[in-house]
């Protein structure tokens, strides 16, 4: 690879030694650039940026060695030659320290001089390369990480549109059949048919109601009407609406609402509806249990942790089994079966993560689940 230009600088204050090397180095091809010393030198430096420098070490005002620390901090990519006298070892093994690329003694010899410049030649072709390389490995990496991102989305978006089609697939069933039931309570006059229908398609009605509000709530972009509340305003208002179902399931349903005097800021509306969220998933997890002898419970617990608020549903039902907890919150699946559309958990934390909060969970097949969300108190942003 070549150089980007084929100045070279010649930094020396014999002027002897300047007139004859610029002979020579323009015979060799160069644009030769010349200075009587140190100053000059890096004025000329900086309006001609060559790429190769050639200076002597010992001149008055600044010598080669500052000259050559001075340019290596406007350009490391610059090589540097440095002339030197015989004798001068210590300063060859300091012009080395600061990394020079050769150099060459006088009285100069012709030979040694090309060969400094062929291996400053070599070291810029060796940096471009490495630079060349790494620039490639960078375009690699972003390319790679756009095409796994791409391909993850692809597989959620395919992995969304399956699920949507089984819960689409499973409602149009259920109207099929409902509809059935129906007609055949009308045909036959059966009213124990009519109503089994009536109760069939009601129950397929709330699912397409459902769906289509958690769509709704996954795909919502508008902001969060974030605002200083009460942690136990949401909380509060779900006991209310859930306690007539806790009464018919036979569910304890408790709270235990936090005790100190604390303001989060939050969207109210939208942390209210990922709890009873939640709570609604931890009341369905008493449908799967065989037997009907342990008591059933659901606790809420809010309470003031360091700078966030916490919020944990705990239930005793039948817990999530290991296929579906690894991706819960991930994948478009549901716990609950034809029941579920797959958007609750997708949905609850996508706006917990829009509160700067966590949500987190554990649970064991059979025992139970603890649900916990995590908010700061005040917003991060």
């Given at each position: 690879?070549?150089?980007?230009?084929?100045?070279?600088?010649?930094?020396?204050?014999?002027?002897?030694?300047?007139?004859?090397?610029?002979?020579?180095?323009?015979?060799?091809?160069?644009?030769?650039?010349?200075?009587?010393?140190?100053?000059?030198?890096?004025?000329?430096?900086?309006?001609?940026?060559?790429?190769?420098?050639?200076?002597?070490?010992?001149?008055?005002?600044?010598?080669?060695?500052?000259?050559?620390?001075?340019?290596?901090?406007?350009?490391?990519?610059?090589?540097?030659?440095?002339?030197?006298?015989?004798?001068?070892?210590?300063?060859?093994?300091?012009?080395?320290?600061?990394?020079?690329?050769?150099?060459?003694?006088?009285?100069?010899?012709?030979?040694?001089?090309?060969?400094?410049?062929?291996?400053?030649?070599?070291?810029?072709?060796?940096?471009?390369?490495?630079?060349?390389?790494?620039?490639?490995?960078?375009?690699?990496?972003?390319?790679?990480?756009?095409?796994?991102?791409?391909?993850?989305?692809?597989?959620?978006?395919?992995?969304?549109?399956?699920?949507?089609?089984?819960?689409?697939?499973?409602?149009?069933?259920?109207?099929?059949?409902?509809?059935?039931?129906?007609?055949?309570?009308?045909?036959?006059?059966?009213?124990?048919?009519?109503?089994?229908?009536?109760?069939?398609?009601?129950?397929?009605?709330?699912?397409?109601?459902?769906?289509?509000?958690?769509?709704?709530?996954?795909?919502?972009?508008?902001?969060?009407?974030?605002?200083?509340?009460?942690?136990?305003?949401?909380?509060?208002?779900?006991?209310?609406?859930?306690?007539?179902?806790?009464?018919?399931?036979?569910?304890?349903?408790k709270l235990a609402p936090c005790t100190q005097k604390k303001l989060v800021f939050m969207d109210c509306e939208?942390?209210?509806?990922?709890?009873?969220?939640?709570?609604?998933?931890?009341?369905?997890?008493?449908?799967?249990?065989?037997?009907?002898?342990?008591?059933?419970?659901?606790?809420?617990?809010?309470?003031?942790?360091?700078?966030?608020?916490?919020?944990?549903?705990?239930?005793?039902?039948?817990?999530?089994?290991?296929?579906?907890?690894?991706?819960?919150?991930?994948?478009?699946?549901?716990?609950?079966?034809?029941?579920?559309?797959?958007?609750?958990?997708?949905?609850?934390?996508?706006?917990?993560?829009?509160?700067?909060?966590?949500?987190?969970?554990?649970?064991?097949?059979?025992?139970?689940?603890?649900?916990?969300?995590?908010?700061?108190?005040?917003?991060?942003?």
């Amino acid at each position: 690879m070549a150089m980007k230009n084929n100045k070279i600088l010649l930094v020396d204050d014999e002027a002897g030694i300047r007139k004859v090397l610029k002979i020579t180095l323009e015979s060799f091809g160069y644009n030769v650039c010349l200075a009587p010393d140190g100053e000059a030198g890096l004025k000329c430096f900086i309006l001609e940026e060559p790429c190769i420098v050639i200076t002597d070490i010992k001149m008055p005002g600044i010598d080669g060695i500052e000259v050559l620390k001075r340019i290596k901090k406007l350009n490391p990519e610059t090589e540097v030659i440095v002339i030197t006298g015989h004798g001068d070892m210590d300063l060859v093994v300091k012009s080395l320290q600061y990394e020079a690329a050769d150099f060459i003694t006088k009285p100069i010899d012709i030979g040694d001089l090309e060969s400094a410049i062929i291996k400053a030649q070599d070291r810029i072709a060796i940096s471009q390369n490495i630079k060349s390389y790494m620039d490639d490995l960078e375009t690699l990496v972003q390319e790679k990480d756009r095409k796994i991102n791409e391909s993850e989305k692809l597989v959620t978006i395919g992995q969304t549109i399956a699920g949507m089609s089984h819960a689409i697939k499973s409602i149009a069933g259920g109207l099929k059949g409902s509809s059935f039931v129906l007609e055949q309570g009308i045909e036959l006059e059966n009213r124990d048919y009519l109503k089994q229908g009536w109760e069939m398609m009601k129950g397929n009605i709330d699912k397409i109601t459902k769906l289509s509000l958690d769509l709704l709530n996954y795909a919502k972009t508008t902001k969060l009407n974030l605002q200083l509340e009460n942690p136990n305003k949401p909380v509060r208002e779900i006991m209310q609406l859930m306690k007539h179902r806790a009464k018919e399931q036979n569910i304890i349903f408790k709270l235990a609402p936090c005790t100190q005097k604390k303001l989060v800021f939050m969207d109210c509306e939208a942390i209210h509806n990922c709890i009873l969220n939640l709570v609604t998933n931890a009341f369905d997890a008493f449908d799967k249990i065989k037997t009907k002898d342990e008591i059933k419970k659901v606790n809420i617990l809010v309470k003031s942790e360091k700078d966030n608020i916490i919020y944990k549903i705990q239930d005793n039902g039948c817990g999530i089994n290991d296929a579906i907890k690894k991706s819960i919150f991930n994948d478009f699946i549901t716990t609950k079966g034809v029941m579920g559309t797959g958007f609750g958990l997708m949905t609850t934390k996508k706006i917990i993560e829009e509160h700067d909060g966590e949500i987190s969970f554990e649970t064991e097949e059979g025992k139970g689940s603890s649900f916990v969300i995590k908010i700061p108190l005040r917003s991060r942003a």
